[in-house]
Each structure stands twice: as structure tokens, then as C-alpha cells.
């Protein structure tokens, strides 16, 4: 029964470590091909990426705080428990907002406005902002293949994940059905 414990710092290396880079290597991806499609630059499509990302690396450590089974004792200790608990619903509902929000301005096409064309260093210069105008260049075509390419990687990451994922519900399974039939034996 020792080997279905999780200690603290295999808890830690093998569990939270690789779920922010899971988390955050699919939209880190995306901002970079966004930020090279033309204009290239921050601009509103590869700034929602890193928003995004930005929103679930803050949560996964939110959420071990917040679920964590202390029991709090003082005044203190529950004011920082309401803290946490508040700031993790923040959070949460501005990660839901942002998720929601971006798939929607995709799909009805706001990125696709003048503004959204315009990149974040010219913003508070809007004045002096340059938009090309342009529907068809040779930049915006050369950046269709990275679309492409990362599109196939995300494809083949999913597949791996998922794969990863059968493996390790088949290996807890059986670890649970091995630690059964301990107490079962046990009795």
C-alpha cells in the first residue's frame, strides 16, 4: 500500500510542473504564430493567447491553495482563506471570460477589424498607427504555412496527450485494483 501514497515532492515535480507546461505550450504556440502573421507584432488575435495562458498558469497554483484541507483556526487564517477563495474566483471568471469572449471575437470576426490590425506599440498613437489595407500579400501568405504547420503539431500534441492520458488511467486503474485486493486480503 506504500506505493499508492504521493509524497509532497513527487507531488509536486510530476504533477504541477507538467500540468503548467501543458497548459501553457498550446496558446504560447498560438501567440507565436499569430504574432508572425502580418501585422507582425502584439496585436489583439496573439495578445488573447497570451491572456489566456496568463489566466491558467495564475489558477493551476490558485487552485492548490484554495483546496487545500487546512482548517483555519484564527481570525486571520479565515480573512486569508476568504482571500484566496476570492481571488481564485476572480480569476476563474476572468479565465472563463477571456476564453469565452476570444473564441467568440474569432469566430464573428472582430480580429478582423482596423483596430485589431494596428499593434500594441501604436495603440496610444493611433494617429500615427499604419494598417495595410492590403487582402492578399506575400507576407500573409507565407504566414498561412505557419498556421498549417502549427496546426499539424497541435493535432499530433492532442493525440499524444490523449494517449498519455489513456496510459495513466490504465496504470491508476490498476494501482486502485492492486490496493483493493491488499485490504481485501488484509480482512
Known amino acids: 500500500m506504500d506505493n499508492v501514497r504521493v509524497k509532497k515532492r513527487e507531488y509536486l515535480g510530476w504533477i504541477i510542473l507538467p500540468t503548467i507546461i501543458l497548459i501553457s505550450l498550446p ?4 501567440a507565436v504564430v499569430a ?3 502580418p501585422p507582425a507584432g502584439w496585436g489583439c488575435r496573439s495578445l488573447s493567447f497570451v491572456t489566456y495562458a496568463g489566466f491558467q498558469i495564475v489558477l493551476t497554483p490558485l487552485y492548490f491553495i484554495t483546496t487545500c484541507k487546512m482548517v483555519p483556526r484564527t481570525m486571520t487564517q479565515r480573512v486569508i482563506r476568504w482571500f484566496w477563495v476570492l481571488v481564485f474566483s476572480l480569476t476563474l471568471l476572468l479565465a472563463l471570460f477571456t476564453s469565452i469572449s476570444t473564441t467568440l471575437m474569432q469566430i464573428i470576426g472582430v480580429f478582423r477589424n482596423c483596430f485589431c490590425y494596428v499593434n500594441t506599440d501604436m495603440w496610444l498613437n493611433l494617429d500615427n498607427a499604419i494598417v495595410n489595407v492590403a487582402s492578399d500579400t506575400k507576407n500573409r ?16 500534441f492532442m493525440a499524444i496527450c490523449s494517449l498519455f492520458g489513456w496510459w495513466f488511467q490504465m496504470n491508476i486503474r490498476a494501482t486502485f485494483e492492486d490496493a483493493i485486493r491488499d485490504i481485501d486480503e488484509s480482512f
Open 27 to 30: 496558446p504560447v504556440a498560438g
Open 35 to 37: 504574432w508572425q502573421t
Open 141 to 156: 501568405r507565407n504566414a498561412s504555412d505557419g498556421w498549417i504547420v502549427m496546426g499539424g503539431v497541435a493535432t499530433v
